[in-house]
C-alpha cells in the first residue's frame, strides 16, 4: 500500500496483512454501491467505492485492489491503491492523532 500511513508499505505473512485488514476496518466502509471485478491474465482487479472516516472527516474515495495469483491459482500478492492516498493519509494520521491525545 503507498502513502505515509501505518498501513502503507509491504506486509509479509497471513498474520501481517490479518493486522492490516482488521486496522483498515477501522477506517473504511463500504458505499452502498456494487464493487467492479476485471480479470487479466493472473490478475484479479477490484474496485470498491468507501468511506474513510475518523472523529473530524468523512470522505468518499475509491480503492483499487488488485490480487494476483501464482501457477497454482493461490493469493501471490495484494495491492491496495486509494484514489487520493494523500487524503487517506491525512483521514487516518487525524484519526490516530485525535486517539492519541484523547478526549478534549
Known amino acids: 500500500m503507498p502513502g505515509s500511513s501505518p498501513f502503507a508499505g509491504e506486509h509479509e505473512g497471513a498474520e501481517a496483512v490479518g493486522r492490516v485488514i482488521l486496522g483498515l476496518r477501522q477506517f473504511l466502509l463500504s458505499l452502498d454501491v456494487p464493487a467492479t471485478f476485471e ?3 493472473n490478475l484479479l482487479l477490484v474496485s ?3 468511506t474513510v472516516h475518523g472523529p473530524r472527516h ?3 474515495m475509491l480503492v483499487k485492489i488488485t490480487i494476483e495469483f501464482d501457477d497454482a491459482d493461490r493469493v501471490a ?3 491496495v491503491q486509494p484514489s ?3 487524503l487517506f493519509d491525512h483521514v ?3 484519526a490516530l ?3 492519541a491525545l484523547g478526549p478534549t
Do not use: F, P, S, T
Open 97 to 99: 492523532l485525535d486517539r
Open 84 to 86: 487520493d492516498i494523500a
Open 58 to 60: 468523512i470522505v468518499e
Open 39 to 41: 480479470h487479466e491474465g
Open 48 to 50: 470498491q467505492a468507501v
Open 77 to 79: 500478492a495484494v495491492y
Open 92 to 94: 487516518i494520521g487525524a
